[in-house]
């Protein structure tokens, strides 16, 4: 069983940043992949990055490319997701989630454990 804690989340203005975190209790941080996805109301979650569990491969879904970078920091068993120049678009509950493996997936049906998604609003 891993638990994940997402925390970062706010209230931000349009163009502004934010930085998510997601820490695991995983015993072998560094063997899991890590997505994050995103919720708008009245739509369906979706993907927004992934990091494999070295840290050298990522995949980002088209729409934050350039403007999200997602990262980790296996020593401290935490994903990042940095996101710059927000748009109103952007506000969702996000959330954090993984795998084990090497895959990096877009699939949210492949991931095994997920967090219980920090608010991210962007205000005009």
């Known amino acids: 069983q891993v638990q994940l804690i997402e925390s970062g989340g706010g209230l931000v203005q349009a163009g502004g940043s934010l930085r998510l975190s997601c820490v695991a209790s995983?015993?072998?941080?560094?063997?899991?992949?890590m997505g994050w996805f995103r919720q708008a109301p009245g739509k369906e979650r979706e993907f927004v990055a992934a990091?494999?569990?070295?840290?050298?491969?990522?995949y980002y879904a088209d729409f934050v490319k350039g403007r999200f970078t997602i990262s980790r920091d296996n020593a401290k068993k935490t994903a990042y997701l940095q996101m710059n120049s927000l748009n109103l678009e952007d506000t969702a509950v996000y959330y954090c989630a993984s795998v084990w493996g090497g895959l990096l997936t877009p699939r949210r049906e492949e991931y095994n454990y997920w967090g219980q998604g920090t608010q991210v609003t962007v205000s005009s």
């Open positions: 995983a015993r072998t941080f560094s063997g899991y992949t």
């Open positions: 990091i494999s569990g070295t840290g050298t491969r990522t």
